[in-house]
């Protein structure tokens, strides 16, 4: 969940040990390849605008993975069990599994490069197996099958990511998959001060020249997103882009969606316009991340999302994502979640083209300015704090050993918005002596969202929306 602004980003920058990692190659886990399917005579389309199929199957992915404590807390309570639909999805990796199972493996060897991850998740552990801060929570065995299903210990990266990959078996051509991003959670401290760090950065070159969220100079997103997304996508052992690339060998063609639930939707919203450009800024000679001559079709589905970035990214996003109704975001319209972070805008934080602009108007604009201004400061302030504290999680994707992902710039707008096609569901609050009245959070979970969703945006319901065309690859 989001915070709004207030004195923890102090308290988070020097109580958290967070973590990015120096950018150098390494291996990736051996993950089956699957061939690329033959071309039958007509390719299935990637239908635009809002899909119930799609999307109670999406949100059904993510409840997988926010409420994993909660399943492993109450397992017989049905609101915790993922129901999509299985006879068309399987999942074909799961970035869970795999770090428990090298945890267990390495935790105490420190030439390993993810040592600091595996070391920080083993210390947890420890603590909690004799001060447990939630009882209602067992901890697990030291073993990777326990490991595996509970959040605390199974994530990747500063913030302690996590992600699954998902195939679509009924679609022969092109391939079509799902990336499902966990969001926020609580039981993971990492997990919930990605969500504090929400000074700007500019989204056009993210720490390194390859990877841009925005063409526009003046868009800017929200930091702790932006630093999660990098490693979700670049981690060279559990990251999208290693495992994507081993799975679609040989296919130049396919469709993609990318899924998250609160703090996963940011996420999923940063990862559609970092594949939007990456594959089309791919040439032979420059080609980092294994993408160039490839045409993926992207799709989004964003479930209570915080908004990522400020206006401009917003807008930059729409500009590819508009006419093909590609970007779909499902708020809660009582949801304080996707409310935050809170906008602070003044003049200055305005451009466009306004004719015959008179003198003194300027002169407001300037002097309002400074608001802008001293925010930006705040930015240049607390990134490098971030930056580094973020080293040691492991190599990246798609780069030689030795080589610095730090180049990043903070943003001084801080006018932040929703990006993407924005449809809203209307809970209503619980009884007063309902169980639910004592959850802060009741009209944010993933569980409210496949009720509400299910009640008001069904096939055939008062709040259908109609699909506009098919979505293309660039």
């Known amino acids: 969940m989001e915070r709004p602004v207030s004195f923890a980003y102090l308290i988070t920058l020097l109580a958290t040990v967070l973590g990015l990692s120096a950018c150098a190659t390494s291996h990736v886990h051996t993950v089956e390849t699957v061939p690329a399917a033959q071309q039958p005579a007509a390719a299935s389309p990637m239908p635009g605008g809002y899909q119930s199929a799609e999307a109670e199957n999406f949100i059904e992915f993510c409840l997988d993975l926010d409420s994993q404590d909660d399943h492993k807390a109450h397992p017989d309570d049905p609101r915790y069990i993922a129901h999509y639909d299985r006879n068309t999805w399987e999942p074909i990796y799961n970035s869970r599994q795999y770090v428990a199972e090298d945890l267990v493996k390495n935790y105490d060897n420190a030439a390993d490069p993810w040592y600091k991850l595996y070391h920080e998740i083993r210390v947890t552990w420890e603590h909690d197996r004799l001060h447990n801060p939630n009882p209602e929570l067992p901890v697990p065995d030291w073993n990777a099958e326990d490991l595996k299903k509970d959040p605390r210990y199974n994530g990747f990266g500063p913030f302690q990511s996590a992600w699954v990959l ?18 926020t959670v609580f039981s993971s401290k990492p997990s919930a001060v990605e969500d504090f760090l929400f000074h700007p950065v500019l989204a056009h070159d993210f720490l390194t020249n390859d990877v841009s969220f925005a063409s526009y100079n003046g868009a800017a ?50 990862v559609h316009a970092f594949l939007h450009y990456a594959q089309n800024a791919a040439t032979p000679a420059d080609d980092p991340f294994k993408l160039y001559g490839k045409h993926y079709a992207l799709k989004s589905y964003d479930f209570a999302q915080p908004k990522p970035g ?12 508009q006419a093909a109704d590609s970007a779909i975001v499902v708020n809660n319209a009582i949801d304080v979640v996707p409310q935050v972070p809170l906008t602070l805008q003044d003049l200055g934080d305005i451009e466009g083209y306004v004719s015959h602009m008179p003198f003194w108007s300027n002169a407001l604009r300037y002097v309002a300015g400074i608001g802008s201004g001293f925010r930006g400061t705040v930015g240049r302030v607390a990134e490098p704090f971030v930056k580094r504290a973020d080293s040691g999680y492991g190599n990246f994707y798609g780069y030689p050993p030795g080589t610095a992902c730090d180049t990043d710039k903070t943003g001084k707008s801080w006018n932040f918005v929703p990006a993407g096609h924005l449809i809203l569901v209307f809970g209503q609050p619980p009884a007063p002596t309902s169980p639910d009245a004592s959850d802060t959070f009741v009209q944010h979970h993933a569980w409210t969202y496949r009720n509400l969703i299910h009640e008001q945006l069904e096939q055939g319901g008062a709040g259908q929306v109609p699909g506009s065309g098919t979505v293309q690859s660039p």
């Open 221 to 270: 997103v929200h930091s702790g997103f932006a630093h999660a997304t990098f490693v979700l996508l670049l981690d060279a052992r559990y990251g999208v882009m290693p495992v994507l690339n081993r799975y679609l060998d040989g296919a130049d063609t396919a469709n993609l969606y990318i899924v998250g639930h609160s703090q996963g939707a940011a996420m999923a919203t940063l």
């Open 166 to 183: 998902y195939r679509n078996k009924t679609i022969a051509y092109p391939p079509t998959y799902a990336i499902a991003i966990r969001g």
């Open 310 to 321: 400020n206006f401009y990214f917003a807008a930059d996003f729409a500009r590819y994502t």
